[in-house]
């Protein structure tokens, strides 16, 4: 009988496949040999591998460019990046890079775009798409901005931001309008609390926008919650928002751009199959029969892919330390990190991610439960977030065992607080980014240490604080 890893994950999917393969015993990811890096690094271990976030911007763009050819699309698709999703500055970096402009969410994200207009990244050239929900110092930030003769776009999503807006603006200024969705049948609640809802954006534009000259309405957003999925709720969402574009459209002559949000899936496990050109193909070319049907032109469209652009660019590693024999059935495997603080999606809304060992392929293997090393009882990956059983190389004390969790490079380390006060004060891990040159030589660098006990300490007061890096 084989009961070897290898055996059993090539008898349930098929692998080796896309990124993953073996080297020997060894996993290696994207043709890095990450046994090498943990080699270098130790864990737990943060890994972001720059080039892939330029190659999702690249097969995104040629999805789109794919469907406006087949279905004959007249409008222009343009690349947004939400920087929500993954804020630091090496992201932002490879991003801006491929042209892409940005799309932020609050008042302290336009800081950041202010300090990458003073380095010269973000020019007047760049569009700025500002979305969320605004208070006065985002309202603020914006008209400085707008005042200022940059590209930013507010996307009103209440219409008190409109006052809000004309008060601070003294120039002629692009804005959008976000249409809150209706939320999937799930859901505790209807409508978004996001966006204006759809019966009242006409009579909003009646009453107000298409009566002033300041603002230009040239775009309308939705954004679905549950994001990019082949089901009923999301063509039927799509369609009822590009027919309130038609609508507004026969009004409102400038308006000629359809945000689609962001929301394209990532890959959360090897089996996971989501066809991008077909999904986009479809995208496009409903709109395009929708605004036919309505003899209005079709829309430019922007999206604001964050998860899709940046997830796929992260790995986190642990180490199997211990393993603990809770009763005849349940065998823990001891992390030496926390699921709680490293990959907080895990605990908070059971979100999977690709989970591998990453040696010892060649082993027998066995049944666990995967814990954390918080004295917290959620602090732990099992099978609710990982649908299957968790199967992993029998653990021995004799050699050490290292697993890897894939495509964490969305939303994780905000989400968990980088650099702040962790659960059980258990650190952050080190992290370390990771470049292919284009003569193929792949170079690393530490962004930044394990965290250490005095930052802890300087946190919760017991040691001064540092000086801010920045005044003002
Ligand atoms: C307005 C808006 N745009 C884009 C995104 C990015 O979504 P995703 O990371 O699923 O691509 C979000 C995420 O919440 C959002 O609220």
Request: charged share 25%; glycine share 8%; aromatic share 12%.
């Amino acid at each position: 009988m084989k009961t070897r890893y290898i055996d059993l994950i090539e008898q349930t999917f098929d692998f080796p496949k896309d990124e993953f393969k073996l080297n020997g015993d060894d996993l290696v990811w994207n043709d890095l040999p990450l046994m090498d890096i943990i080699a270098r690094h130790g864990t737990p271990l943060r890994i972001t591998y720059l080039n892939k976030i330029g190659e999702k911007i690249d097969q995104a763009r040629a999805s789109f460019a794919k469907a406006f050819a087949e279905h004959g699309y007249s409008g222009a698709y343009k690349y947004f990046y939400c920087t929500k999703s993954n804020h630091f500055s090496y992201i932002i970096d490879q991003v801006i890079d491929k042209g892409v402009d940005l799309e932020t969410s609050s008042a302290y994200d336009l800081e950041m775009i202010e300090l990458l207009i003073e380095r010269g990244r973000i020019t007047k050239e760049s569009t700025i798409l500002c979305n969320g929900f605004k208070d006065d110092r985002y309202i603020q930030n914006i008209g400085r901005l707008v005042n200022k003769g940059y590209h930013v776009v507010p996307i009103i999503d209440n219409m008190a931001e409109i006052y809000a807006l004309d008060e601070i603006i003294n120039v002629p200024c692009d804005i959008g309008i976000r249409i809150a969705a209706e939320e999937a049948p799930k859901f505790e609640f209807y409508t978004s609390r996001l966006g204006i809802g759809y019966k009242d954006i006409i009579p909003f534009y009646m009453r107000n926008v298409g009566r002033q000259r300041k603002f230009r309405l040239k775009m309308m957003h939705f954004f679905i919650n549950t994001g990019i999925t082949d089901t009923a709720y999301y063509w039927n969402e799509l369609s009822k928002c590009v027919s309130v574009y038609c609508d507004l459209k026969k009004l409102c002559p400038t308006l000629d751009t359809l945000d689609i949000g962001g929301g394209l899936p990532i890959k959360n496990s090897l089996n996971f199959s989501f066809d991008v050109d077909y999904m986009i193909g479809e995208i496009v070319g409903r709109i395009k029969d929708i605004c036919e049907e309505n003899q209005v032109a079709e829309p430019h469209i922007f999206s604001e892919f964050g998860s899709f652009t940046v997830s796929d660019s992260g790995a986190t590693f642990f180490r199997i330390i211990h393993q603990k024999k809770q009763n005849e059935k349940e065998r823990w495997n001891m992390i030496d990190g926390s699921f709680m603080t490293t990959l907080p999606d895990t605990w908070a809304i059971s979100k999977r991610f690709i989970m591998l060992p990453v040696n010892n392929w060649e082993d027998e293997y066995e049944r666990v439960f995967l814990g954390g090393m918080t004295c917290d009882s959620d602090d732990y990956y099992n099978s609710e977030q990982h649908v299957n059983a968790i199967y992993l190389p029998r653990y021995r004390e004799d050699r050490p065992q290292y697993l890897g969790f894939f495509n964490t490079g969305a939303y994780q380390d905000t989400l968990g607080g980088f650099g702040g006060i962790q659960h059980c004060l258990i650190p952050k891990p080190k992290h370390v980014l990771i470049e292919r040159k284009p003569d193929g030589t792949v170079e690393d660098r530490v962004f930044a240490p394990q965290q250490s006990a005095e930052r802890m300490l300087q946190l919760l007061g017991y040691l001064p604080q540092e000086e801010p890096v920045r005044k003002g």
